[in-house]
């Protein structure tokens, strides 16, 4: 089993539901937080399907209210090469479920721009506006108070993706990716700009994905490692937030976890 690092942690979820709910809660918990030490919140919100429940809660009566949405800014980890209003499109996503319904002020809201030349003119110009808004020199990354991920059964994450060259991107905080298996180009933060993050929240749900969260956890064998093993964030935390179906192949007390924590809604 490869050992847990000492930065992460595992919390099992009883189901979808409760894991939205409690991930919803958590990023509430971490912006208040922030804004209270620094004033302010920087979040990188996941594409892909299980995020939505998450942005959906904090965009829902519950949550909508208790959010410092002056305080907070909100970019994208990855967007497809698609227009904003294609339905493939992680900001079209996102607009659904919360910049419609929550009060956020509209310069705090920083997309990934899918209407340049190209993908990798798309991915300059988001370069540039991290650099800008994070008041960065060459050869620095932004550091996101929290990004948010979630997992391909692949074990890729944002758009980086097994065997793909932006997987290998050091010297950026974002890239192009053109994955063989897909049928439209991506825009991604970098390996290095995800791992400079201060908070790192995985979202797995689903049984379709136990075998790679098993891989991660509990497998010997070498093998090339999965881009998700890549996450580190040496100077943050890592919440891998699961539900049982994708922890279903995990050896709690091989993990020293219980099937899921108190705080988790048992
Ligand atoms: C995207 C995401 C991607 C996603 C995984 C998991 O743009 O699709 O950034 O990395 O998180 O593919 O997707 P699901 O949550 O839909 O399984």
């Known amino acids: ?108 809201i920083h997309p990934i721009r899918t209407q340049e030349k190209t993908a990798e003119d798309s991915a300059s110009l988001y370069e540039k506006e991290l650099n800008s808004f994070f008041g960065l020199k060459a050869g620095e990354f932004p550091e996101f108070d929290l990004i948010l991920l979630g997992m391909g059964r692949d074990g890729h994450i944002a758009s980086l993706f097994p065997n793909d060259k932006a997987l290998s991107v050091s010297g950026k905080g974002v890239t192009a990716a053109r994955p063989r298996d897909l049928d439209q180009a991506r825009v991604t933060l970098t390996l290095p700009a995800i791992n400079h993050s201060d908070n790192i929240m ?34 943050g935390k890592v919440s891998w937030l699961l539900d049982q179906g994708a922890a279903a192949l995990l050896d709690g007390e091989a993990l020293h976890v219980k099937p899921f924590s108190e705080e988790a809604g048992s």
């Open 202 to 235: 995985i979202l797995v749900s689903g049984r379709e994905k136990s075998e790679a969260i098993q891989k991660v956890f509990q497998e010997h064998e070498a093998g090339p490692e999965l881009p998700v093993q890549k996450i580190l964030a040496p100077h």
């Open 1 to 108: 089993m490869s050992p847990i690092r000492a930065n992460h942690q595992i919390i099992v979820f009883k189901n979808y539901e409760e894991l939205c709910r409690q991930t919803a809660q958590q990023i509430l918990a971490l912006s208040q937080e922030k804004i209270e030490t620094k004033g302010s919140f920087n979040l990188a919100l996941s594409g892909g399907v299980t995020p939505k429940g998450v942005y959906t809660m904090m965009g829902g009566p519950s949550y909508r209210g208790e959010f410092n949405w002056e305080k907070i800014h909100l970019f994208w980890g990855d967007e497809r090469w698609v227009p904003s209003d294609h339905p493939l499109s992680n900001y079209h996503m996102v607009a659904e479920a919360l910049l419609t319904k929550a009060d956020i002020p509209i310069e705090n």
